[in-house]
């Protein structure tokens, strides 16, 4: 299905719905039973709602700098768009002084740029606040590493003519919303969109952008979190103030003041997510793992949106004690890092092992993130509970 | 059988070759789609699981001042639920699935 747009089922969920059946259909679906089938491509995902796709990447297959498409995670609001390339163009309109129209070929043409982007929806670890927020329950994998390809936003911008009344660049995709919801527009301030590394994205892992991941244009807006990327991008539309709509004005938004667990907050008081926190996560060994006493090795994984990771600490006592580990050579502005560590287990037990991270803004993993109504930002201090055998 | 009923039931075996077609096997894991017996589980088979599946209702573990927020914002977004099933549908997600209920 390289570059081809899958034939999902929810083209035939919509057919249905047009004939005026679709009143109680769930049931009759394979999908309906105890045990959900997977998504084709994406078998080792963890499906956390099967329609629309929100598919969990288990933490222990996060074991490469680059995250194969087949495994990188999955989240959407609405059902996935068929989108074909022939046909296919992405306006460019507004506050600009031409609007542009363009297609894929023609974007193709523009200077190509590059950058190797770890993607974290706004709500990984969601599942761990404390009262439970309403959501995607994910745990520690709605999070992975591509390098995307395509054309610089801001050479789009500048070849359509930015005029001075421009705050803003909203970002709506070829999917459609539900029923009467809100559509997904996303919108980004200007200073970020004219970033040499905010891309529309034509290419992840070298592939054209597959399906589930936006084919055939996607935003790429590095190091914040991942709703900024909007998928199946066809408007970019320049505008003077902050975009009037569900997903700008209510959600992706954090608290600006301390709050507590379960408080609601003034809608005043919030305001829009932009960049990822410092966080880290282990991909081995894997919560529960039976290991030999002797010579172990930890690894994991470890980011910090728009800033770099500076250290990695690893603790193998419960957090009592830290120790630095080592941070791997792929190294890139808005990539993660891993980090290894190996150590020796004389004493059979039970241990809990963790991981922290720092980032050069001297920002440190939490014990406790502050609890807020989305559940957005989860980035405690990873643990991992092992059984050391004789 | 009538012929809407024919026609339905013809709509549903191609929804099934279908899937059967470009579904892949069982995933590594997924939130079970069984929604419990009890008063309103009719209401969101009819009215909620149209747009989405069981799985993002079950996976859930909300107050009922949590579960009347969500019901509200779905049928701000179009579900059509009236009045009189509100409060027995509230009643039902927040039992089956409050901050108390099992493991997801």
């Known amino acids: 299905m390289k570059g081809q747009p899958r034939r999902s089922r929810r083209s035939f969920i919509i057919g249905a719905g047009q004939a005026g059946a679709a009143a109680g259909l769930g049931r009759l679906l394979p999908g309906a039973g105890a045990q959900a089938p997977a998504i084709k491509g994406k078998e080792k995902l963890i499906v956390r709602s099967l329609r629309p796709e929100d598919l969990e990447t288990p933490v222990g297959l996060l074991n490469s700098w680059i995250t194969p498409n087949d495994l990188f995670y999955v989240r959407h609001h609405m059902y996935a768009p068929r989108v074909e390339a022939a046909g296919w163009t992405v306006r460019i309109d507004g506050e600009v002084e031409r609007e542009l129209r363009l297609t894929l070929d023609e974007l193709r043409q523009l200077p190509k740029a590059s950058v190797a982007v770890t993607l974290e929806c706004a709500g990984n670890g969601r599942a761990y606040f404390d009262p439970p927020v309403a959501g995607i329950q994910w745990e520690k994998g709605a999070v992975g590493t591509a390098r995307f390809a395509g054309a610089r936003l801001g050479d789009l911008l500048r070849r359509a003519g930015l005029k001075a009344a421009g705050k803003y660049v909203a970002l709506d995709g070829a999917d459609k919303p539900v029923g009467k919801m809100p559509d997904f527009v996303r919108n980004v301030p200007l200073e970020k969109a004219m970033h040499a590394d905010t891309l529309l994205a034509y290419e992840m892992n070298g592939e054209p952008i597959p399906a589930l991941h936006g084919f055939p244009l996607r935003a790429i807006v590095p190091g914040w979190e991942g709703a900024y990327s909007v998928k199946w991008l066809e408007h970019v539309r320049v505008i003077d103030r902050e975009f009037d709509g569900f997903f700008v004005k209510t959600a992706y938004r954090y608290p600006t003041k301390r709050i507590a667990p379960g408080a609601s907050v003034d809608p005043k008081d919030m305001a829009p997510l932009t960049g990822l926190v410092v966080k880290s996560f282990i991909n081995s060994p894997l919560q529960g793992a039976a290991v030999k006493a002797g010579a172990a090795r930890v690894t994991g994984f470890a980011w910090a949106g728009e800033g770099h990771v500076a250290k990695v600490e690893v603790s193998l006592d419960g957090g009592s004690s830290w120790v630095p580990a080592r941070l791997g050579k792929e190294r890139e502005r808005y990539a993660w890092q891993s980090f290894a560590h190996e150590f020796k287990v004389a004493e059979p037990g039970s241990y809990l092992l963790m991981s922290r991270a720092t980032d050069d803004r001297g920002r440190v993993q939490p014990v406790a993130p502050m609890w807020n109504p989305s559940g957005y930002l989860w980035n405690a201090i990873d643990q991992v509970r092992i059984n050391v055998e004789a | ?104």
């Open chain 2, 1 to 104: 059988m009538s012929k809407l009923d024919i026609k339905i039931l013809k709509l549903c075996c191609a929804l099934l070759a279908a899937g059967a077609a470009v579904w892949g096997g069982p995933p590594a894991s997924a939130v079970r789609q069984d929604l419990p017996a009890g008063p309103g589980v009719e209401t969101v088979r009819a009215k909620c699981i149209g747009c989405h599946e069981a799985d993002l209702i079950v996976s859930q573990r909300l107050s009922p001042a949590g579960w009347t927020r969500e019901v509200e914002k779905m049928v701000r977004w179009g579900a059509v639920v009236s009045d009189a099933e509100k409060e027995p549908l509230v009643d039902y997600l927040s039992k089956s699935f409050g901050p108390g209920a099992k493991p997801k």
